[in-house]
């Protein structure tokens, strides 16, 4: 199974995981998986609908939100938002590398209620540098 990387008790991060992670994941106490990987990004991966259909079979709720090269978006931003809200417990986001979901949390997180200074401390305690995006998740806190 990929390294799960938690950040906090509400997200943990990982690189792509398999279908058969999904009941591993469950029994880990998640309750809902975000994938931010686009489909055919990579030759091999497992499809979205795979991954869904394995988290759905296990109780779990999950959301796609694909992240390209293209960057983030504010509809991508806060669809991350609206799932972390919506999930009663853990979330798992995934995506190639962990990444991505670890930037799109903090910019979700930012632009919801997160101090920089803090989603900074909490993504680099779990290894993810996210200086590139320090002025996004200014601009979103808004000078908190």
């Known amino acids: 199974m990929a390294v799960i990387r938690r950040i906090d008790d509400h997200i943990s991060v990982a690189p792509q995981i398999q279908p058969g992670d999904v009941a591993e994941i469950a029994a880990a106490g998640f309750t809902a998986i975000v994938n931010n990987r686009p489909d ?26 694909p992240v390209t090269q293209a960057g983030f978006s504010h509809p991508q931003i806060d669809a991350m938002a609206a799932a972390l809200a919506a999930s009663p417990g853990p979330v798992l986001a995934y ?16 632009k919801t209620d997160g101090h920089p200074d ?11 540098d996210l200086t590139g995006i320090r002025p996004l998740l200014d601009a979103l806190a808004g000078g908190r």
């Open 118 to 128: 803090t989603l900074m401390a909490k993504a680099a305690a779990t290894g993810y």
């Open 95 to 110: 995506c190639r590398s962990g990444t991505r979901s670890c930037n799109l949390w903090a910019l979700a997180a930012a």
């Open 40 to 65: 055919d990004e990579d030759a091999g991966q497992p499809a979205g609908a795979t991954i869904r259909a394995a988290a759905e079979a296990a109780g779990l709720s999950y959301s796609e939100i």
